[in-house]
């Protein structure tokens, strides 16, 4: 079939409503200058000259810069882009993941952060290397963290941004990016993880604001939530009567909205979520990412105490109740409105509209946008998603940053001071910058609908065998290294074999089945995240009952059975904790040295340009930080027993709160079940 067998769709572009008025500008810019005043203001309230005011914002954060930045961090622009765009193509079952992690994230800050707070521990790697002992396991923790940060979040958050710059701006797409990229890098870089959470609790009110202004205008536009429920059912392309049947033969599944899309459980075996997967499946999947992601860890360890944490949970459990109603709702409405667009199936037609073959229920949510949004308005919206995107690109760069110079610079340097570690840190972001820059051809060939799938089919392959891990180290003090290991192994072995066969049968679509074998491919890919995790964790327990114990005077305060102990703890790892401290000496001594044989240059030196003197002051490095510790400072330090103890009033206000949070998600999920 051509394009003149049958009406035609002029390609989005030519469609777009450009922001270029003074009103949508200048929304622009003030969120421009809100940001960057509030990220001015957090750096000369934090020493971000040492690795605990950098990387974990001197830990005197409290509880609502904690969930906010916990959400901000969370909700990139491929939030917006792939949950509205899976609700436009299927339904309201895409918002269990974002329900599902309302009850994970409350494990997060009762069970989790406990213990990797008495730990003390910045990275997660670090703690599983004071759990395990060895080195193998921390290296392949943060090896495979990096990988999926580079190559996963941020392609799709970059992808999902340039989709609304694209047509919002109508910016050539590396520009678009390169500029993103080098803002965020830049207040990441000087201001450290203070800055972060600060502008992320900004940048919260701003993607919460303005997702429920464009909520408002779409329930307007398709009169109510009672009209959503009867037209989505229609929302049927009227392109499709222009298909050659023998060409394709698309079936009607393709193009018609599925009966149960207001459905969250769906057939255990027909459903493209089926209700197994989305209680169990997702479980999993969510403790991987709400559990041991750095990203989202790191944020917690900052709060200045357990109380904080567990207030920073709810608050952040509360907030992700919004995305079904602000985004994936919105996605179903835009179909409604634009069906031969949103809902298109003929792959000219597709490729006509939005430039890809597979479908266009990516550009639901823009569409909704740069249509139905007022001037002033829609760049409101634009700043939303700049918001989203920048936030959740930043907190990436901070916490990558953090596993490259703590759990892999250190090994290549064990005598590495702060400022080098400072220093380190910042120049890895800006490789990470040059990194996704090149990437930029890759994401623009990826431009399919099935992204958002993509990512958590990618999830299940990878994070159950992370996930199991971490649960039983926890948990079970049974546990050793070689069952870690070996189970860690297995599990990514499994993962590699289903995501090789679905990299080399492709994943197909709804006009084009992928040839894929059913015994291989035809497990839900949710399903597939539970039967690793199981089995992930059977090859742990089997492998640690056949060697020997952990003593428990390497695990107190290591595991949760024994977050409380008093007893010193010899960790497994002291002996390169030792010749690492040894190397610091040495290189301390000779440091001062140098600084005696040039102490007659000093006031030569002291005449230098003011330039790197400032500079030393954006980046947190300049004459009037707090001095480094000696290593007998560091030593006595790492004697000291973490306080996790909570106040008796706060710790049941807590509490309350966590089981009225609970009641109102069992709530929603029992209504939309």
Not at 101 to 111: D, N, S, T
Request: proline residues 5%; contains cysteine; neutral net charge.
């Amino acid at each position: 079939m051509s394009a003149s067998d049958g009406p035609t769709v002029e390609p989005m572009a030519s469609n777009t409503v450009t922001i270029n008025n003074a009103a949508d500008i200048s929304v622009i810019i003030g969120y421009f200058l809100v940001v960057i005043g509030v990220g001015v203001w957090s750096m000369s309230r934090t020493n971000r000259g040492t690795v605990g005011g950098y990387f974990l914002a001197g830990r005197t954060m409290v509880w609502w810069p904690v969930g906010a930045s916990l959400f901000a961090s969370n909700i990139g622009s491929g939030h917006f882009v792939g949950l509205a765009g899976t609700g436009a193509a299927s339904g309201i079952a895409v918002g269990g993941f974002e329900w599902n992690a309302i009850f994970i994230v409350l494990l997060l800050g009762w069970i989790f952060v406990p213990v990797y707070l008495t730990a003390g521990v910045i990275t997660m790697p670090q703690y599983l290397k004071k759990r395990f002992g060895g080195s193998r396991i921390s290296l392949y923790l943060s090896i495979i963290s990096l990988f999926l940060y580079i190559f996963t979040k941020i392609s799709v958050d970059m992808f999902s941004g340039a989709v609304f710059i694209q047509q919002a701006l109508g910016w050539n797409i590396y520009v678009a990016v390169i500029a993103l990229l080098s803002i965020t890098a830049l207040y990441t870089v000087t201001g450290g993880l203070a800055a972060l959470m600060y502008t992320d609790t900004v940048q919260t009110f701003v993607i919460i604001a303005g997702a429920f202004v464009l909520m408002g205008f779409s329930f307007y536009e398709v009169g109510g939530y009672t009209a959503l429920l009867e037209k989505y059912s229609t929302a049927i392309p009227f392109l499709r009567e222009t298909q050659d049947p023998l060409r394709y033969n698309i079936s009607d599944q393709c193009f018609t909205p599925r009966p149960d899309a207001f459905n969250l459980f769906r057939d255990s075996v027909t459903g493209d979520l089926p209700w197994p997967g989305v209680l169990l499946g997702i479980a999993i999947n969510g403790g991987w990412y709400w559990c041991t992601d750095q990203v989202i860890v790191q944020r917690c360890l900052a709060a200045k105490n357990l109380s904080h944490v567990k207030a920073g949970c709810i608050l952040c459990g509360y907030l992700k109740l919004f995305p079904m109603f602000l985004m994936v709702f919105p996605g179903m409405i835009s179909r409604v409105l634009y069906p031969d667009e949103v809902g298109c199936v003929v792959p000219e037609v597709c490729k006509q509209v939005c430039g890809t073959e597979v479908g266009c229920s990516n550009i639901a949510y823009p569409k909704l946008v740069v249509n139905v949004m007022p001037n002033g308005l829609r760049g409101l919206m634009l700043a939303v998603m700049l918001a989203a995107l920048m936030s959740s690109l930043a907190s990436i760069f901070n916490s990558s940053s953090t596993l490259f110079t703590m759990d892999i610079w250190t090994r290549l340097r064990p005598q590495a001071r702060d400022r080098e570690l400072m220093i380190v840190g910042r120049v890895w972001i800006l490789c990470i910058v040059a990194i996704s820059i090149c990437w930029i051809p890759v994401v623009q060939a990826a431009q399919s609908g099935q992204l958002f799938d993509y990512i958590q089919s990618v999830t299940s392959y990878l994070a159950p065998p992370i996930a199991a891990v971490f649960l039983l180290a926890v948990f079970v003090k049974r546990v050793t290294e070689p069952g870690a290991f070996w189970g860690l192994m297995g599990g990514l072995a499994m993962g590699l074999a289903r995501m090789g066969a679905e990299f080399y049968y492709g994943t197909g679509s709804c006009v084009f089945p992928s040839p894929c074998p059913a015994v291989i491919c035809g497990v839900h890919y949710l399903y597939f995240s539970i039967i690793q995790f199981i089995a992930t964790g059977l090859l742990v327990l089997f492998v640690s009952y056949n060697t020997p114990p952990i003593d428990d005077k390497h695990l107190y305060r290591m595991v949760f059975s024994l977050r409380f102990s008093k007893e010193e703890r010899l960790d497994l790892d002291w002996a390169e904790q030792e010749a690492a401290r040894q190397a610091r000496r040495e290189a301390e001594q000779k440091t001062k040295a140098k600084e005696s044989s040039t102490h007659q240059n000093a006031e030569v030196s002291s005449q230098q340009s003011g330039l790197c003197r400032a500079l030393g002051w954006v980046c947190g490095m300049g004459g009037d930080q707090a001095p480094e510790p000696t290593e007998e400072e560091v030593a006595e330090a790492s004697k000291e027993v973490p306080d996790i103890k909570e106040h008796p009033v706060w710790q049941h206000v807590v509490d309350a709160n966590a089981l009225v949070m609970m009641a109102v998600a069992v709530f929603f999920w029992g209504y939309y079940a």
